[in-house]
């Protein structure tokens, strides 16, 4: 049997050979799939927890021409009136924590977050504006809060920071989908392409076939060479999409995304890749297996 499967390997090479890469980019392209869902679901877990929406008040530099502001710098009143509608049972079920950030407050948290900037230099207390924070309790649903303030005298703007990351979320579904796609298609391609190499490699051993089927050979010895050699080309492939799949994650996502999108602190990382590793091989020997099978079944008949 193993002398029948290095025969068939080394007749079929070049056909082999496509095998594997096709399977090699199909696995690569589902374990980048696989990378991209678990990478969603890390910043969704990460980011949705701490978004908030700002309501910023009017101060003595906002924009005079906006109607909200038009009247000047935010009254007690409207701060009263802001903060009752904040807690009115309206709202009260989607909002979690409130609490309002002064101007002092406000630049201590720029210069924290622009300490190495010679930005803060330039701004004083005075300057920043007075907010209201608010905390979500499903933060998918900011624009309810969002839609409540927008536009209310003494508000300057309304910020929710999951206006940017649905952008973002939306992309790296993109590129999830996109990625799946083309598995999917490749898979397919795969999937001929290891029928048709099988149906050849039985038409050009059909005599030896057929002897072995009249002395008495079972249909599982038979078939077994056959399927050996889809296997063994599969495993091929899955061995280097997971070769690449491993230095993808730690070289380009580790090592360049990492350092060059800083704001993003939660990356997939190795440990991520080598749990989407079985799935990979699993799908590569099933895919190999079943083909095979399928196409041996009319070349048992003598």
């Given amino acids: ?20 890469l096709v399977t090699t980019v199909s696995l690569l392209m589902l374990g980048v799939g696989l990378l991209a869902q678990k990478q969603v679901s890390v910043m969704k877990e990460y980011w949705y927890d701490r978004v908030q929406v ?3 008040l009017c101060g003595a530099d906002s924009d005079k021409s906006k ?20 807690s009115s049972p309206q709202l009260k079920p989607y909002i979690e924590q409130v609490f309002f950030e002064s101007k002092q407050e406000a630049y201590q948290h720029l210069k ?19 907010s209201y924070r608010v905390r979500l309790v499903h933060p998918e649903q900011y624009e309810i ?9 003494g508000i300057d703007t309304v910020q929710d920071d999951n206006a940017v990351l649905d952008r973002l979320f939306a992309l790296l579904n993109g590129l999830k989908w996109s990625a799946w796609v083309i598995a999917g298609l490749t898979l397919v391609c795969s999937v001929l392409l290891v029928a048709t190499t099988i149906r050849l490699t039985a038409f050009t051993r059909r005599r030896e076939t057929g002897i072995m089927r009249l002395v008495g050979a079972s249909n599982l010895v038979i078939q ?3 399927i050996l050699e889809s296997l063994i080309s599969a495993v091929i ?6 070769v690449i799949l491993v230095a993808f994650t730690q070289f380009a996502v580790q090592g360049w995304l990492a350092g060059t999108l800083k704001f993003i602190r939660n990356w997939v990382d190795l440990t991520d ?16 297996g079943l083909s095979s099978f399928l196409s041996l079944r009319r070349y048992l008949k003598v």
């Fill in 224 to 226: 077994m060479p056959f």
């Fill in 273 to 288: 890749a080598v749990l989407v590793l079985p799935a990979m091989f699993l799908v590569g020997l099933g895919i190999a």
């Fill in 67 to 86: 109607p909200s502001c038009s009247s000047g710098p935010i009254t007690e009143a409207q701060k009263t009136s802001i903060l009752a509608e904040l």
């Fill in 54 to 56: 700002s309501v910023f």
């Fill in 1 to 20: 049997m193993l002398s029948e499967i290095a025969l068939g390997l080394r007749r079929n090479l070049s056909m082999t050979i496509s095998v594997i």
């Fill in 145 to 153: 809060v969002s839609d409540a303030f927008r536009g209310q005298p």
């Fill in 112 to 130: 924290e977050e622009y300490r190495d900037s010679s930005l803060v230099d330039n701004v004083t207390p005075d300057q920043m504006p007075e």
């Fill in 237 to 242: 492939g899955a061995v280097l999409a997971s």
